[in-house]
């Protein structure tokens, strides 16, 4: 029994070896994570440590930095982003003579998808926002999950996959990185979102656009590939 499972399991292992660890890394973990701050969420109303790091922030404020991050708030929020990410979506769609496309629907349908889920788990969670005392901006609407942390995210993770098998792979996913930190930070700097809100709507992104990808690459093989062609594929 066991040589029949080696015969059979360790081909599998290895040939399907990233898209178990995507399976793992980015889809299982990220939902755990994002399922105990929720069971915290509902159950405590959330976590002593997130006052405690927003009084930190607000300790840090300066009139730049308070400007910078505003200025943040609106590239990174409904005004900006969503024009940013079709632009790139339509040239990806360009890109390769048409092999690019599908990467453009799956970058569109990973920021869409996330900014939709977004809206329906802040119905179902319904947490109020920190104390306007603590908060340079006042905005409307729920807390938990942080809606701009989620689709930025997305959007970051999503521009890894995207260019990962290209030569920009590595730039690419240090500036998803990047700016997904970024964007959660300077909500929970501005006080309009506690850490655990960032927090959640990281994971829950992360979740999203990875089963996504996993999705999608079954339909579309291409995907798996460069958007510019095999002539543009890492080493």
Same mark, same amino acid.
Not at 2 to 28: H, K, M, N, T
Not at 41 to 70: K, M, N, S
Not at 75 to 85: D, E, H, I, Y
């Given at each position: 029994?066991f040589?029949?499972v080696?015969?059979?399991?360790?081909?599998?292992?290895?040939?399907?070896?990233r898209s178990l660890l995507?399976?793992?890394? /980015?889809?299982?973990?990220?939902l755990?994570?994002?399922?105990?701050?929720?069971e915290?969420v #509902?159950?405590e @109303? $959330?976590?002593a440590?997130d006052?405690?790091v927003?009084?930190?922030?607000?300790?840090?404020?300066?009139?730049?930095l308070?400007?910078?991050?505003?200025?943040?708030?609106q590239v990174?929020? &409904?005004?900006?982003l969503?024009?940013?990410?079709?632009? #790139?979506a339509?040239l990806?769609?360009?890109?390769?003579? @048409?092999?690019?496309r599908?990467h453009?629907?799956?970058?569109?349908? @990973?920021?869409?998808?996330?900014?939709?889920?977004?809206?329906?788990?802040k119905l &179902?969670?319904?947490?109020p926002r920190?104390?306007?005392?603590?908060?340079?901006l006042?905005?409307? /609407?729920?807390?938990?999950?942080? /809606?701009? +942390?989620?689709?930025n995210? +997305?959007f970051?993770?999503?521009m890894?996959? &995207?260019?990962w098998?290209?030569?920009a792979?590595?730039? &690419?996913?240090v500036?998803g990185l990047?700016?997904a930190?970024?964007v $959660?930070t300077s909500?929970?700097?501005? /006080?309009v979102?506690?850490?655990?809100?960032?927090?959640a709507?990281?994971?829950a992104?992360?979740?999203?656009v990875a089963?996504?990808?996993?999705?999608?690459?079954?339909r579309w093989?291409?995907?798996?590939g460069?958007?510019?062609?095999?002539r543009?594929?890492?080493?």
């Amino acid at each position: 029994m066991f040589d029949r499972v080696r015969r059979e399991f360790l081909p599998f292992v290895r040939q399907r070896w990233r898209s178990l660890l995507l399976l793992l890394l /980015g889809v299982l973990v990220p939902l755990l994570l994002f399922t105990e701050l929720a069971e915290e969420v #509902i159950e405590e @109303g $959330g976590f002593a440590w997130d006052q405690a790091v927003l009084a930190w922030y607000a300790a840090q404020r300066t009139p730049g930095l308070t400007q910078a991050a505003e200025v943040l708030a609106q590239v990174a929020g &409904v005004k900006v982003l969503p024009f940013v990410t079709l632009a #790139i979506a339509w040239l990806l769609g360009q890109a390769g003579r @048409g092999q690019g496309r599908p990467h453009g629907w799956f970058l569109l349908t @990973g920021v869409l998808g996330a900014t939709a889920l977004n809206v329906a788990a802040k119905l &179902v969670f319904q947490r109020p926002r920190p104390d306007e005392l603590v908060a340079v901006l006042t905005e409307p /609407g729920f807390s938990f999950p942080s /809606g701009h +942390a989620m689709a930025n995210a +997305a959007f970051g993770f999503a521009m890894a996959l &995207v260019f990962w098998r290209s030569r920009a792979g590595w730039p &690419v996913a240090v500036f998803g990185l990047c700016w997904a930190v970024l964007v $959660g930070t300077s909500r929970n700097y501005l /006080g309009v979102h506690y850490p655990s809100d960032v927090l959640a709507g990281v994971t829950a992104s992360t979740a999203w656009v990875a089963g996504l990808y996993m999705l999608m690459a079954r339909r579309w093989p291409g995907l798996r590939g460069s958007p510019a062609g095999p002539r543009d594929t890492r080493e």
